[in-house]
């Protein structure tokens, strides 16, 4: 069954401290994408991968590193994390065109 | 860079009636629309995808597209209280694999 899994769910991390949150898809997929979510601004999307080695830049990159080492995973980099980044983050992973992601079941960060 | 708007933010539609959403992209190198719906404290789970001009019913939802005007809708019949939800509307262009999301519709059905 396809699945994407992300971890932490949890994070409570400091200002100005180094977060990383990983995603892991079994689903041989080469889309990869990083999503953050707050309330009036949908899914908005920060970095994205086409495969192992690659990383975009999305819609809002800045403060976010991403890492794709192998097919199944992407990692998002906050080198210095601030309370602004406070918010849920979502994985998604997708492959041929058309083909709509599948989604990961989120990881809360506060950024305190 | 595309941006996804949707309409309304939010709706409330009594049980049993229809509820109609709106998506419009500003890009006309739209490619794929897709709606997503996410009850509250889940992640989102696709609904209906349309590629292509014209109309898509699958059970209680129907979805419209018009590539012309960039604009698609989703309408849901008989609306049930397990409807309530956030609506996604999500596109993509030709030429890359970039998904973008509008900032959703919140739906309330009231029993």
């Known amino acids: 069954e396809a699945a994407v899994t992300q971890s932490p769910r949890n994070k409570v991390a400091v200002t100005g401290g180094k977060v990383t949150l990983s995603c892991n898809q079994t689903n041989n997929h080469n889309n990869m994408y990083w999503y953050r979510q707050d309330t009036g601004h949908g899914l908005r999307l920060i970095h994205y991968s086409y495969g192992a080695g690659s990383t975009e830049k999305g819609d809002i990159p800045d403060g976010y590193k991403a890492s794709r080492p192998s097919q199944e995973n992407f990692s998002l980099i906050l080198e210095l994390a601030t309370p602004s980044q406070t918010s849920v983050y979502f994985c998604?992973?997708?492959?041929?065109?058309?083909?709509?992601?599948?989604f990961g079941e989120g990881t809360r960060l506060s950024v305190l | 860079q595309q941006k996804v708007q949707q309409s309304p933010e939010s709706l409330i539609v009594p049980e049993g009636g229809m509820a109609s959403l709106n998506c419009t992209s500003s890009d006309r190198n739209v490619d794929y629309f897709w709606w997503y719906r996410q009850h509250s404290g889940k992640s989102p789970k696709m609904l209906m995808s349309i590629f292509s001009n014209g109309e898509k019913e699958e059970g209680r939802f129907t979805v419209h597209l018009n590539k012309a005007s960039l604009h698609t809708s989703l309408h849901i019949r008989d609306s049930q209280p397990s409807d309530s939800a956030l609506y996604l509307c999500a596109a993509t262009n030709y030429g890359n694999e970039k998904i973008t999301f509008g900032a959703g519709t919140k739906l309330t059905i009231k029993p």
């Open positions: 998604a992973s997708g492959d041929a065109r058309g083909q709509a992601p599948l």
